[in-house]
Nanobody, 117 residues
Framework: QVQLVESGGGLVQAGGSLRLSCAAS????????MGWYRQAPGKQRELVAD???????NYAAFVKGRFTISRDNAKNTVYLQMNSLILEDQAVYYC???????????WGKGTLVTVSS
């Protein structure tokens, strides 16, 4: 089993920045991909960004150039640096990791990001 602890959400003014963190712990052989998803009220959960163990990244078009995903494999932690936040970024952000063997996806409980005008 894998436990995910997310932190870093909160209230920020439009144009501001936040950094989310997600630390994985528990019993697992290794972590393959790590990523962040978000879900706004009344909308489906959507991918924000993900990153492979080797560091290859993938971003949703709506965050390119504003958000940066990174990970520390030694700490089993993934980060999401969010800059130039806009009102539309307001959502609950969820961390997701996929273990290697077996390949199982685990979700965090989510952290709320509120963007004020």
């Amino acid at each position: 089993q894998v436990q995910l602890v997310e932190s870093g959400g909160g209230l920020v003014q439009a144009g501001g920045s936040l950094r989310l963190s997600c630390a994985a712990s528990g019993r697992f052989l290794g972590i393959a991909s790590m990523g962040w998803y978000r879900q706004a009220p009344g909308k489906q959960r959507e991918l924000v960004a993900d990153i492979t163990r080797g560091g290859a990244t993938n971003y949703a078009a709506f965050v390119k150039g504003r958000f940066t995903i990174s990970r520390d494999n030694a700490k089993n932690t993934v980060y999401l640096q969010m800059n130039s936040l806009i009102l539309e970024d307001q959502a609950v952000y969820y961390c997701m990791v996929t273990t290697t063997t077996p390949a199982v996806a685990y979700w965090g409980k989510g952290t709320l990001v509120t963007v004020s005008s």
